[in-house]
């Protein structure tokens, strides 16, 4: 990197460099904007930031991936625009470590990410978090405050209204060990994996249109969930607060689709729950029928699956030994992971990769999912 440093910005003196992950979540989907609980592994897949001072007023910031340079003089920033691209993770970034009360300082920076984009593996949260690090120039976050720095950053000038889940993880990964964040306390504790699986993601290398309107309407639903369900029960703040009980007593009351939504909220949690059980007693034919509910759940309650998920996480099941498998992330397109015996993983990737492409023409990426440590300075 710093060879490149160098070429595109002359020196390379002073430079820093700064990592953030991507992440699979092995289960509780769109359930962290309802405050509930959420499991995911931080990956070794990262964005990478090198920074160094620049002599003049501006922040300029170049990403290997797409080629192109963006420059503000760092007075600028506090009143800028989004572009709509790749550029508003860290310009939204800088917008809010200067409402946080940092300033930006001139600087240069250099993007390079090995986090496939629109994967559903988080490459927005990764860039957000190795971005925040670098533009702190030295000055340091508590972690928590970095995480919704940065979740802030998404949902003010990126305008997604997303949940903790990327961030955190990115932040609070922890090598060989999964992450049970409650997302509303926003403490977490680390959960071991029983010897001898692995977790395997399968990108079906396509993003729906729909996704991010998708995303804002589930929002909106649970939200009118929680309005509906509130006139009934008293102190129901949010889905996580609904009992399967009283998501029962009030169905009848709901919209047909909210109540479908809050049932999969309300029955996701339940299964991160048991998924952690499950794993502390090795209990891997349960950990995975928990995922396979899960997506069961998101396809027909939450409606945020798509064929090609479906037809991956159906295939996968067929393939020997592997315990489960469900789509990972927000939905329509990404990845799925599957949950297997970690001696099967070699003969897995190439089977699935012959159904996926014998179905659609298409050959996905495989990923092992080794979880690896939370963003730093490398
Ligand atoms: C996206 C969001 C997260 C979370 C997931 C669904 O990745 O950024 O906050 O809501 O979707 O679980």
């Not at 709901?254 to 090795?282: I, K, N, P």
């Not at 037809?311 to 789509?327: C, E, H, K, N, P």
Request: charged fraction near 20%; include cysteine; hydrophobic fraction near 45%.
């Amino acid at each position: 990197m710093m060879e490149i440093f160098q070429q595109l910005f002359g020196s390379a003196e002073g430079m820093r460099t700064f990592r953030a992950p991507g992440r699979v979540n092995l289960i509780g989907e769109h359930t962290d904007y309802n405050l509930g609980f959420v499991l995911p592994v931080a990956l070794d897949l990262a964005t990478t930031v090198a920074t160094a001072p620049s002599r003049d007023r501006m922040l300029r910031i170049y990403s290997q991936q797409r080629q192109e340079m963006r420059q503000w003089k760092v007075e600028e920033l506090a009143e800028l625009a989004p572009a709509h691209d790749w550029s508003d993770y860290p310009a939204g970034v800088a917008r809010e470590l200067i409402l946080a009360g940092f300033p930006i300082q001139p600087a240069n920076l250099l993007i390079a990410s090995t986090v496939p984009e629109g994967s559903g593996l988080s490459s927005s949260a990764a860039l957000e978090v190795s971005s925040a690090l670098a533009l702190l120039h030295g000055r340091t976050l508590n972690p928590l405050e970095l995480a919704l720095l940065c979740q802030r950053a998404e949902r003010n000038f990126v305008g997604m209204p997303c949940g903790i889940m990327d961030q955190y993880i990115s932040v609070f990964g922890r090598r060989n060990c999964a992450v049970e964040i409650d997302c509303r306390s926003q403490g977490h504790r680390l959960v071991d994996l029983p010897a001898g699986i692995t977790f395997v993601a399968v990108n079906t290398m396509v993003k729906h249109a729909l996704a991010s309107s998708a995303y804002r309407e589930r929002v909106a639903e649970c939200a009118a969930a929680v309005a509906g369900i509130g006139q009934r029960f008293r102190g129901v703040e949010s889905l996580r607060d609904v009992s399967p009980e009283q998501l029962a007593a009030v169905e009848p009351q709901l919209m047909e689709t909210v109540a479908r939504r809050a049932r999969h909220v309300v029955t996701e949690d339940d299964r991160v729950g048991r998924f952690v059980e499950a794993s502390a007693a090795g209990d891997l034919r349960q950990m995975g029928q928990l995922m396979l509910d899960s997506h069961a759940s998101l396809r027909d309650d939450y409606e945020v699956s798509c064929e090609e998920l479906d037809f991956l996480v159906q295939a996968a099941t067929a393939i020997d030994g592997v315990y489960g498998s469900r789509m990972t992330g927000g939905g329509f397109g990404g990845c799925t992971v599957t949950l297997l015996r970690a001696d099967s993983a070699k003969a897995f990737a190439a089977k699935i990769v012959d159904a996926y492409r014998d179905r659609f023409d298409v050959t996905p990426a495989v990923y092992a999912c080794q979880p690896s440590d939370g963003a730093g300075a490398l």
